[in-house]
């Protein structure tokens, strides 16, 4: 595919995205100006609140008055924002040893000019960043560094990104509560750019031993659920769930279950049970929780895995994690096994936990996760029933929002509802109604957001999306004319698909599906606020602004 063609695809379903920096995204050209600005964001920096993490907006009023303050240019609010962070970050950053640091750096490194008057190089920059003992990733997005984070043994980060970038990147870095220092790349041309590589080398020396670390950080918890999944400790919790060993063939598909649910993924369903319950029970150290506990986390994410086995059958996808899926290594009929078994498992997993828990809480739990199993199937059933031949007619933008809401609101649902139940608070009808209408938000804004960003994916795959069902509403029986047909063909594939962006985006899809995961974004805040007890309505805030901002 084109390169210009590659850019002309990927700019559509993005154009109404709100985004903090807005159209601020200008980086002062004058290396004093720069200076400045990093110097005045010092005193901003320490003038927010010294526990928790800052705010957008109070980094944006940060910036803006920042601004003000010195006469300079408004279209350098986003870097002056990402300055001052830094400078909040800075000391927390100083306390965290080289070894447990992440140098992040984009795809683009190669095309990085080296500073002429320093000497200075990207290349010899990682490599003593590697001397020190930091541990090096170039990725520009953002799953992959939220997984690195919460697998591996990293409490800070500094790194080098386009404005773009940084706001999708480090905004998540920093929700996370994880120290972290950014480098702006100076121009957004991934073909020729630079950046500050002084700043950039002084940044990777920066240390402190005395230096405060952040008191507010779900990083810890995060990875505390990654290491259920590993080795002796995932042994441990299975051992009363899983048949003893028969032999051969016998252990076949238990082994292939094993190593699709540590496979890959970023653990965030067993992460909010786990962070459920400590809220609730006001626990702080997650290891007082208990084998119960763990069990039952293990158990959602068993639960998930076993999900996607079978979803990606009926999705016909060829990836999952970047690498190829069950079904296309082992065949349908061994995922579809596996799926099973893992289900089975789950089931196992929570069902063995009685005695640590309480038989009634495990019977809640076990009420939740099967009812959140038959929802789940009827939305994935209707997706299913919606296949090409009805792409082009009009399914009801109401019924595509429903069926969303009955596929991604049940994870969220009984990951908080078992938290809440573990961490011994009860699930009334009233509590259970406002769960509901959160994760129907959450889970709605997060599908609807996918489908803005995965809209030529969908479109090659001939799926019924929300983008389509608006589509067929607004332009009739026969929006798409042979564009559908013409993106799977040999040598018509990228116009076909630059010409059904501009059909969308004239039929206005874009916009208005941006416009409804906004609402259901700022309605899902507002919804959590409202939750009980504090600690469980500030994660799920937490949680509002990590899936969907």
């Not at 060829?318 to 089975?344: E, K, M």
């Amino acid at each position: 595919m084109s390169t210009e063609s590659t850019s002309a695809i990927r700019r559509f379903g993005r154009q109404g995205r709100s985004s903090r920096f807005s159209s601020y995204k200008a980086v002062p050209p004058d290396p004093a100006e720069r200076g400045r600005i990093s110097h005045a964001a010092i005193a901003e920096a320490a003038a927010l609140p010294v526990n928790g993490r800052p705010s957008r907006d109070a980094l944006h009023a940060s910036a803006q008055r920042l601004l003000e303050n010195l006469g300079l240019d408004k279209a350098y609010l986003g870097f002056t924002m990402v300055m001052v962070a830094n400078a909040y970050w800075a000391e927390a950053l100083a306390g965290v040893a080289f070894s447990r640091r992440l140098l992040l750096l984009p795809e683009c490194l190669g095309s990085i000019a080296p500073d002429g008057d320093g000497g200075l190089s990207l290349p010899a920059i990682r490599i003593r960043a590697e001397q020190l003992g930091y541990r090096v990733l170039v990725a520009d997005g953002t799953p992959i560094v939220v997984k690195v984070l919460a697998e591996r043994n990293v409490d800070g980060i500094v790194g080098v990104a386009c404005l773009d970038s940084l706001e999708a990147v480090f905004e998540k870095i920093w929700q996370m509560g994880v120290p972290a220092c950014a480098v702006p790349l100076l121009r957004d041309d991934c073909r020729d750019t630079a950046t500050d590589l002084p700043v950039l080398a002084a940044l990777l020396e920066w240390h402190n031993d005395s230096a405060r670390l952040p008191s507010s950080s779900w990083l810890g918890l995060m990875q505390f659920t990654a290491e259920l999944f590993e080795g002796p400790v995932l042994a441990r919790l299975l051992a009363l769930a899983e048949p003893k060993a028969l032999g051969g063939a016998l252990d076949a598909t238990g082994g292939l279950a094993r190593q699709w649910l540590c496979g890959g993924g970023k653990r965030f369903r067993p992460f909010i049970t786990l962070a459920g319950a400590c809220c609730t029970a006001g626990v702080s150290d997650p290891s007082e929780l208990g084998d119960g506990v763990f069990r039952i986390a293990v158990a959602i994410e068993a639960f998930h895995k076993a999900s996607l086995a079978h979803d990606d059958i009926e999705d016909e996808d060829s990836q999952r994690y970047g690498r190829p899926t069950l079904h296309r290594t082992h065949g349908p009929a061994v995922a579809i096994n596996v799926g099973d078994y893992l289900l089975g498992l789950g089931y196992r997993l929570v069902a063995t936990a009685g005695d640590e828990v309480g038989a009634d809480t495990v019977a809640a739990i076990l009420a939740e996760l099967s009812h959140a199993h038959v929802r789940l199937a009827q939305g994935q059933g209707a997706e299913l029933m919606w296949r090409r031949e009805t792409l082009l007619s009009a399914v009801p933008p109401q019924q595509v929002l429903k069926a969303y809401a009955l596929k991604t609101a049940p994870a969220f649902t009984v990951a908080l509802g078992s938290g809440l139940l573990l961490g011994g608070e009860s699930l009334s009808a009233d509590r259970r109604e406002l769960l509901g209408r959160f994760s129907r938000d959450l889970g709605v804004a997060f599908q609807l957001l996918n489908d803005l960003s995965d809209w030529a994916e969908d479109a090659r795959a001939g799926r019924v999306t929300y983008l389509t069902a608006l589509a067929a509403k607004a332009g009739g029986g026969d929006w798409a004319g042979g564009l559908l047909e013409a993106i799977n063909s040999p040598g018509e594939s990228e116009e076909a698909l630059v010409a059904l962006g501009r059909q969308l985006e004239g039929l206005g899809v874009f916009q208005q599906a941006e416009a409804m995961a906004e609402r259901l974004h700022q309605r899902a805040g507002e919804l959590a606020k409202a939750l009980r007890p504090k600690a469980f309505a500030d994660l799920c805030g937490f949680l509002v602004d990590l899936i969907l901002t």
